[in-house]
């Protein structure tokens, strides 16, 4: 199930962009500031997958479908990590954009 299909869920996402784009932030910065939330939900939601498909007693025989599965989701976690990191860079590049609140801010 996708992650935004829950309601608790996205409005925590939702609460996590907020906080991390602060006050006083454009439309292009809230928007940026929810892509790292939805990165930084994945990588929760992928790592929680794994701990809970990982065997607990090290005595027990590892089944090649488990394997299979941790090992698709160590690669579900590293593409999650690289979205995270672009959303970080996007959202820092949004912050440099200045954000013009009044029709009479003249830029030089």
Same mark, same amino acid.
């Given at each position: 199930? @996708?992650?935004a299909v !829950?309601?608790?869920i996205q =409005?925590?996402?939702? =609460?996590?962009a907020q =906080?991390?784009?602060? #006050?006083? $932030?454009?439309? !292009?910065q809230l928007q940026a500031?929810?892509?790292?939330?939805?990165a930084? *939900?994945? +990588?929760k939601r992928?790592r929680? $997958? &794994?701990?809970? %498909? $990982? @065997?607990?007693?090290?005595d #027990?025989r /590892? !089944?090649?479908?488990? /394997?299979? &599965? +941790?090992?698709a +989701? !160590? &690669?579900?976690?590293r /593409?999650a +990590?690289?979205?995270?990191?672009h %959303?970080?860079r996007? *959202?820092?590049?949004?912050?440099? &954009? @200045?954000?013009?609140?009044?029709?009479r $801010?003249?830029? *030089?």
């Open positions: 199930m @996708p992650i !829950d309601r608790q =409005a925590e996402m939702e =609460a996590l =906080a991390i784009a602060g #006050e006083n $932030t454009s439309e !292009d500031a929810l892509a790292v939330a939805e930084h *939900f994945d +990588l992928i929680r $997958t &794994r701990v809970a %498909a $990982t @065997p607990i007693s090290l #027990e /590892l !089944d090649p479908r488990v /394997l299979t &599965r +941790l090992c +989701l !160590d &690669r579900y976690e /593409l +990590l690289g979205r995270r990191k %959303a970080v996007q *959202f820092d590049g949004s912050k440099k &954009r @200045p954000v013009i609140s009044n029709a $801010t003249v830029l *030089f």
